[in-house]
């Protein structure tokens, strides 16, 4: 089993840049794969990005593509997502998620979530 603990979001005007972190503890860190999701107020939670258990192969939803970036830290059990470019549209909160088997589907392990709020 693993935990996760979200943190970094925040308030940040358009076109603002924010890095959330993922810190994980419990079990090896790198037996994971590991992705991002968003859930804004009154819509079903959406896939943002995810990496493979070495760090390689990142894929992004589309609406994300070129503004933000996954990428982690073995050594210190963490994965990021640095948002760049934002927009009110990501507005939402993000959530952390593991998977032994992949980010495919519903992964098996959550964090609690941080806010991040884009202002017009």
């Known amino acids: 089993q693993v935990q996760l603990v979200e943190s970094g979001g925040g308030l940040v005007q358009a076109g603002g840049s924010l890095r959330l972190s993922c810190a994980a503890s419990?079990?090896?860190?790198?037996?994971?794969?590991m992705g991002w999701f968003r859930q804004a107020p009154g819509k079903e939670r959406e896939f943002v990005a995810a990496?493979?258990?070495?760090?390689?192969?990142?894929y992004y939803a589309d609406s994300v593509k070129g503004r933000f970036t996954i990428s982690r830290d073995n050594a210190k059990n963490t994965v990021y997502l640095q948002m760049n470019s934002l927009k009110p549209e990501d507005t939402a909160v993000y959530y952390c998620?593991?998977?032994?088997?992949?980010?495919?589907?519903?992964?098996?392990?959550w964090g609690q979530g941080t806010q991040v709020t884009v202002s017009s």
């Open positions: 998620a593991a998977d032994p088997e992949g980010i495919v589907g519903v992964p098996r392990y």
């Open positions: 419990g079990r090896t860190f790198s037996s994971y794969a």
């Open positions: 990496i493979n258990r070495s760090g390689g192969n990142p």
